[in-house]
Nanobody, 124 residues
Framework: QVQLVESGGGLVQAGGSLRLSCASP????????MGWFRQAPGKEREFVAG????????YYADSVKDRFTISRDNAKKTVYLQMNLLTPEDTAVYYC????WGTGKTMAAKYDYWGQGTQVTVSS
């Protein structure tokens, strides 16, 4: 089993930045593709960004492309989401997820491991 712990959420003004972290206190993440999802109140969970096992491939939702950057440091067993130019529409609980088979891509149902989530609130 893989435990994922998110951190870095908070309150920020529109136009600001935050960096989320997702750490694995236990096993290594180097064999697991990783992703970030978010869920706003009253909405379904949606894909934000994903990264391959070695970090060589990344992919993003159109709504965050060119503003968010996903990265990973396998030695530190940590995945990051750098979020810039935040808008109130980015307000949500952000979840880190692990895709053991590497086939999930944008589909939340395909991910095997989930963190508890971290709240991001962007004020206008």
């Amino acid at each position: 089993q893989v435990q994922l712990v998110e951190s870095g959420g908070g309150l920020v003004q529109a136009g600001g930045s935050l960096r989320l972290s997702c750490a694995s206190p236990g096993r290594t993440l180097s064999s697991i593709a990783m992703g970030w999802f978010r869920q706003a109140p009253g909405k379904e969970r949606e894909f934000v960004a994903g990264i391959s096992r070695n970090g060589g491939s990344t992919y993003y939702a159109d709504s965050v492309k060119d503003r968010f950057t996903i990265s990973r440091d396998n030695a530190k067993k940590t995945v990051y989401l750098q979020m810039n130019l935040l808008t109130p529409e980015d307000t949500a609980v952000y979840y880190c997820a692990g895709d053991f088979w590497g086939t999930g891509k944008t589909m939340a149902a395909k991910y095997d491991y989930w963190g508890q989530g971290t709240q991001v609130t962007v004020s206008s």
